[in-house]
């Protein structure tokens, strides 16, 4: 989120249209309401302000279903939420309010999901951070394990889905077949075409050419390292020799 977008959600002359939930929740930091009416005098909300501000309230909400938030996840949080130091603290607020609200996550999930209904890519990448702070003490616990799929069914991603999404992060020895979303009886051929069609789909440039957040693009690289990761280990499994540049 950049500062000057952050800066404006405080602003006495302005306000965006977000609504639900997130727009409640920006409102009580930003010290205003928001209402969501299309057509409305402020128009709709970024994208990258609904983005953001539901990474940060779904991170809060996992942190609150295993009740602990550990150095290591404040600091894979501090990764993907990245913003001047001067914001810092309007998006601890914004942590802060969200693990204390007494609604649940589906709220939040399902604003998020109906905002990039027409951009799955940008829910995983959603899932790809939550992911990534939920592992950075070492381990994705039980709780977290059961908030994490929980998000992914509102969201709209299946089994097979979860599963791709989930062995990106966690690691399952002898598996990297499933980080592409591929199986072990597909040619050496098909696999280096659903590597490139991935590296393409995923490729951090294309956040950055959509004009999204510095948080998508922290992700999509991250996601990018790991589907390059589990194509090397494809390779060197087949006696391919040395992997194929991305």
Do not use: C
Not at 58 to 86: C, H, N, Y
Not at 97 to 118: H, I, M, P
Not at 129 to 149: M, N, Q, S, W
């Amino acid at each position: 989120m950049s500062l000057g977008l952050w800066g404006k959600l405080g602003g006495a002359g302005l306000g965006l249209a977000a609504g639900g939930p997130l727009g409640a929740l920006i409102g009580a930091v930003a010290g205003h309401f928001l209402v969501d009416r299309e057509g409305s005098l402020f128009g709709p909300t970024p994208r990258e302000v609904v983005f953001t501000t539901g990474l940060v309230a779904l991170a809060a909400k996992m942190a609150k279903s295993d009740g602990v938030v550990t150095p290591a996840e404040v600091a894979a949080f501090e990764e993907i939420v990245r913003v001047p130091e001067e914001e810092r603290a309007g998006i601890d607020r914004l942590f802060d309010l969200a693990k204390r609200t007494t609604s649940g996550f589906e709220g939040y999930a399902r604003q998020v999901a109906e905002v990039f209904r027409d951009q799955p890519a940008l829910l995983e990448d959603v899932l790809d951070g939550l992911f990534h702070i939920a592992k950075a003490d070492g381990a994705v616990h039980e709780k977290e394990a059961a908030y994490l799929r929980a998000v992914a069914e509102v969201f709209g991603f299946d089994d097979a889905a979860f599963g791709r999404i989930s062995a990106r992060h966690l690691r399952i020895e002898g598996d990297p077949y499933e980080v592409l979303g591929a199986s072990r009886d597909d040619e050496t051929a098909a696999l280096k075409a659903r590597h490139r069609a991935l590296v393409a789909e995923h490729h951090p440039d294309r956040a950055l050419a959509r004009g999204l957040p510095p948080a998508a693009v922290a992700i999509a690289t991250r996601r990018l390292a790991a589907i390059n990761a589990a194509w090397d280990r494809i390779q060197a499994e087949r006696g391919a020799g040395r992997p194929d540049p991305a």
